[in-house]
């Protein structure tokens, strides 16, 4: 399938998996529900309607399309000590699940939310051309700010490094500039850079299965909120070094847009 290929890179960027009440997790790799609610949001859509079937060709939209994920810069992993609610009068602050407020002794809600601090992510995204092209124009055109699993999460510039192109994943592998934590060694020619694939690699064939994660979404409206589960699959590619594209790689992520231009 062709593919159009996305990176994604912030300060600050979390993908829950059992993110629920007090702890907010976050997987060390961006979800499938994280990237098509990105894409629903920037096609307008309510979270009541972001898997609904699409009124022109009567289909759910998103649910074709395959992620495979080039882990460039994994993060690290940073925890943010949360408080709500505390040092407000009494019925003005938290309420209880029945309505009623909050004791004042009772009134701080504590939470700890976990995020990839400086991770970068590059994507190729498969599915049907006429979606591809819709995406790729409504990512460029965004109804709703994008954002990388919370709001606060602002991805950098630039979020869409082309396509559709008929082999998305070959471009992980030999064409798109690298952001690695380190440059590296001189008189190395290569470097290893983990991947993570939606069904078996072809060229792995014996690449166990990494794991199993609760994240394809079912439905988005947050009192009917549901996931089921996939497999993906980790594998350690070999690079060309060359692709390294510095501390500060924009310009050239620049220059790669910018080939691939007519």
Known sequence: MNG???RLAAPLMSFGEHAAFHYRDTLPFPTRSALIGLFAAADGRSREEALTPDPGTRTIPYTDLEFTVRIDRP???HTDFHTAGGGRPHKQGLRTSDGSYRAQNKST???RRVYLADAVF???VQGPDSLLDHLVQRLEQPAFSPYLGR???IP???LVLGGPHPDPVGELRHHIPLSLDAPPPPEQATVPVDFLWERQPKHVPA???HREVADVPVDFTPTRRFHTTRRVWRTTEHLPATLYA???PIEALTAYIQQDTP
Do not use: K
Request: with cysteine; hydrophobic share 50%; charged share 20%.
């Open 4 to 6: 159009i290929l996305l």
């Open 109 to 111: 809600l504590i939470s």
């Open 207 to 209: 690449a166990p299965a």
């Open 156 to 158: 950098d510039e630039p």
């Open 151 to 153: 709001r606060a999460c």
């Open 246 to 248: 510095a501390r500060l």
């Open 75 to 77: 993060g690290q992993r």
């Open 122 to 124: 590059t994507l190729a």
